[in-house]
């Protein structure tokens, strides 16, 4: 088997697991109970917390709450800022649906103004446009540190300090698919931050947001008040415990990976280019983990369960939406034109992707287009 | 109280001598129907070509919709028996009546009331009961209104000599012919509108059916299967028992596709399809093919390219929708519940491959000598060989085969 959707999500660390199974049977107890199991295990949460703090570059004042999943983390920003009628918010529609869906839907609940960013044709933020965004009326910037589609990167210290410069917003970054992948560091500019478990290695159902200790965000749930009142639900240690484990392995390889990914990325996307010459990437300034690109006249999905014939794993749309067929208003965003909707291919990477692995794709992955170009002459 | 269900036959006036397999078929469907739907005791008499069912329970909506859907069934008529008051006082049925029709509460809605004495002895006229009912109705729901030409409601009411026995609806069944009279065919479903309808007038004339879909995996999704189990899910319900058959295709599809001229793909996949079908009625001895098409449709149904199709078939190919206009079809659709599955959007892998000239009056030669040059016998045996198969029960609920069996 050949995964390339480690951006979707990722198999488990060795040792995330074998943490997960030990502490599922030993750490059972309520971390609020008040006898000694719960208090231990409230000392080994409050640990993890800083650990986590730690890992961001954060200060010790500062707020990491676990939630359940980065949706969650980003929902409780947006929906806990108590936005007004005529607060601005400034938004992608590129980004993940966890940051629009919630952001839209307040807008016309509460007739909040949008704003939205303009990404140039290499995924990455026109900053004239942007700067023309910015001002005393917007209450909120949400931004994608790697957007999940196209892997472009933005200059987060550049962005959030001209958002400050010219705002008090509240700044909320989404860091899902570049923690753990690339240097992500905590500055003043940046208000909250969102990070997930899943796709580092790391079990499903915990992720994580930071909060500056200034923050205006209100909770989502309310009930026994644990993780400082920002989110009641008993606290699923054995995942905290996981995540971390997960985090810390994964910071402590970044460097390594990161490097074998660029060469990777680099021989999968000359091969391809090679090979298949209709072949459009344009995202250049991304990720070593996603890469996407074009191909006109073959339908994505079509080329995906080719391939997962093959056992090679590919994705066509992002995962959660790709019940979506035609328009997709994602792509629209990142400047594909309608007509390639259905032609988009992500292919992303994780620590245990190998060259091999890659030579395995590059050769089926030509196979398979020998086997269909008839379609795309046609087209 | 006894509930009485009085079940009238479709068409057994046209059949003399065989008047006897009709009525046991159509009743053997019923009684399946009465062990899915109805769950107390029930007894069954026949009576002037009727029939009569009785029971301690009620009769459940579902029931009655599952009967309206038992081809060759033509009215359902449920029924109370209640015991008659001594000194002909008809009080407890006029306030069964206005109890049976408490939905007039709700809803405005047109009716009359017709009165038979079978007991002769009976002094009150008819007439004037009758009207005694309409003035009731009338005061208790103020919506109610009379209409003595085609009313939404018949209140029925038969005076026996120790009973009476009160009827306030009756549901028209689908009519036709019952289960299995007339045959065995194979329908070939395709997701769209047609095919269902097709095989729902099949359904009528008595026709068993089995399905069969050529799944175009992986140029398709397995999102389609969904639709098509929903499909025969609604479809199986005009049958006493089916199967659904699904036949891989994609390979086959992308072999002719680089094998022929753009412009005839639909038409040889369409042959593939039938030969396909064709070998698959030989496992299960149905007699005929059963499709969607509908004369000058669609480029692959020009009145040339269908006849390729019967050429290719060893079988009659029914076509019941041959001469029904779209809108027709979808009205149809509608009545029998499968338009609002058949709406669903859902990849269709002939679209995918389609040519943007496709061919309407093939030419015979270049078809001819395209069929003596490929043979694909291996592939579509391979084909058979990969083929899922389900059964469906008349609940529509549908079961994977564990193991390949014809023994439908």
Not at chain 1, 335 to 357: A, M, W, Y
């Amino acid at each position: 088997m050949k995964y390339f959707d480690h951006a979707a999500s990722t198999c488990l660390y060795p040792e995330v697991l074998e943490n997960l199974l030990e502490s599922l049977r030993e750490d059972f107890a309520n971390p609020s109970s008040q006898h000694v199991l719960g208090h231990d295990l409230r000392e080994k949460i409050e640990s993890v917390r800083s650990r986590f703090l730690k890992l961001l570059g954060a200060q010790a004042q500062d707020f990491f709450i676990f939630t359940s999943s980065a949706t969650e983390s980003n929902n409780t920003v947006v929906l806990g800022l108590n936005l007004n009628a005529g607060d601005t918010i400034v938004y992608s529609p590129a980004d993940h649906p966890s940051l629009t869906a919630p952001i839209e839907n307040l807008a016309k609940k509460y007739k909040c103004e949008l704003k939205k960013i303009q990404l140039n044709t290499d995924g990455t933020i026109n900053l004239d446009q942007f700067s023309d965004l910015l001002s005393e009326k917007v209450k909120l910037v949400a931004l994608t540190h790697i957007n999940n589609q196209s892997g472009a990167l933005i200059e987060i210290e550049k962005i959030t300090k001209l958002v400050k410069d010219k705002t008090a917003a509240h700044v909320h970054v989404d860091a899902v698919q570049s923690f753990g992948k690339i240097p992500v560091k905590l500055s003043c500019h940046i208000d909250s931050m969102s990070i997930t478990s899943h796709k580092i290695g790391g079990p499903k159902g915990i992720a994580g947001l930071y909060l500056k200790a200034s923050h205006k965000v209100a909770p989502l749930f309310l009930g026994g008040g644990q993780e400082k009142g920002m989110r009641s639900s008993t606290e699923a240690f054995p995942l905290i415990f996981a995540f971390l484990t997960a985090a810390e392995i994964s910071i402590k390889n970044r460097e390594f990976n990161f490097n074998k990914n660029v060469e990777i990325k680099k021989t999968i996307e000359t091969r391809l280019m090679k090979a298949i010459p209709k072949l459009q990437f344009s995202f250049q300034h991304s990720s070593p983990y996603i890469f996407s690109f074009v191909l006109p006249g073959i339908p994505s999905d079509v080329l995906l369960r080719h391939l997962e014939i093959r056992q090679v794993y590919i994705s066509s749309t992002s995962a959660c939406s790709s019940k979506i067929v035609g328009y997709n208003p994602t792509l629209a965003a990142l400047n594909i034109p309608e007509k390639h909707h259905k032609n988009f291919i992500r292919i992303s990477l994780g620590v245990q992707t190998s060259i091999e692995d890659a030579e395995l794709l590059i050769h089926e992955f030509i196979k398979v287009w020998d086997d269909l170009k008839h379609m795309n002459q046609q087209a | 109280m006894v509930f009485h269900l009085v079940i009238s036959i479709d068409e057994l006036w046209l059949k003399g001598k065989n008047q006897r397999l009709y009525l046991r078929s159509a009743i053997d469907h019923i009684n399946s129907v009465f062990k899915n739907y109805h769950f107390d005791k029930f007894s069954q008499k026949i009576k002037f070509q009727r029939l009569y069912y009785s029971s301690p329970s009620p009769y459940s909506d579902e029931l009655i919709t599952a009967l309206t859907k038992v081809p060759g069934l033509s009215y359902i008529s449920p029924s109370k028996v209640m015991p008659r008051a001594p000194n002909e006082d008809l009080e407890n049925v006029y306030a069964e009546i206005l109890n049976e029709l408490s939905f007039l509460e709700y809803t405005s809605k047109t009716f009359r009331a017709s009165v038979r004495r079978i007991d002769q002895f009976f002094s009150q006229h008819s007439t004037v009961i009758e009207r005694e009912i309409g003035h009731r109705v009338i005061t208790r729901y103020p919506r109610a209104k009379v209409k003595l030409q085609k009313p939404e409601i018949e209140i029925d009411v038969r005076i026996l000599a120790k009973e009476v026995s009160i009827s306030v609806n009756s549901y028209k069944g689908i009519g036709g012919l019952p289960w299995g009279t007339t045959g065995s065919a194979l329908t070939m479903l395709s997701g769209g509108f047609d095919s269902p309808v097709a095989s729902f007038l099949m359904a009528k004339r008595g026709i068993k059916q089995s399905f069969v879909f050529f799944h175009a995996y992986p140029f398709v999704g397995r999102e389609v299967l969904t639709k098509i189990k929903k499909l025969v899910s609604e479809l199986a319900k005009y049958q006493r028992n089916t199967h659904l058959y699904i036949i891989p295709f994609g390979d086959i599809q992308n072999l002719i596709s680089k094998n022929c001229n753009d412009e005839y793909r639909t038409i040889f996949f369409k042959k593939y399809m039938v030969e396909l079908a064709n070998l698959l009625c030989d496992r299960l001895n149905a007699t005929a093919l059963i499709t969607g098409d509908s004369v000058g449709q669609v480029s692959s149904q020009t009145m040339e390219n269908l006849h390729l199709m019967d050429i290719a078939s060893k079988r009659m190919i029914m076509r019941p929708l041959i001469g029904f206009n779209k809108l027709e079809i979808l009205n149809c659709a509608t009545a029998i519940g499968t338009h609002s599955i058949s709406i669903q959007p859902h990849d269709d892998a002939c679209a995918l491959f389609a040519s943007k000239n496709p061919i309407i009056i093939p030419d015979v030669d270049y078809w001819n000598s395209w069929e003596r040059e490929h043979n694909f016998d291996s592939e579509l045996l391979a084909a058979l060989d990969k083929m899922e198969s389900f059964s469906v029960n008349l609940r529509g609920e549908i079961f994977k085969k564990d193991f390949f069996s014809f023994d439908s």
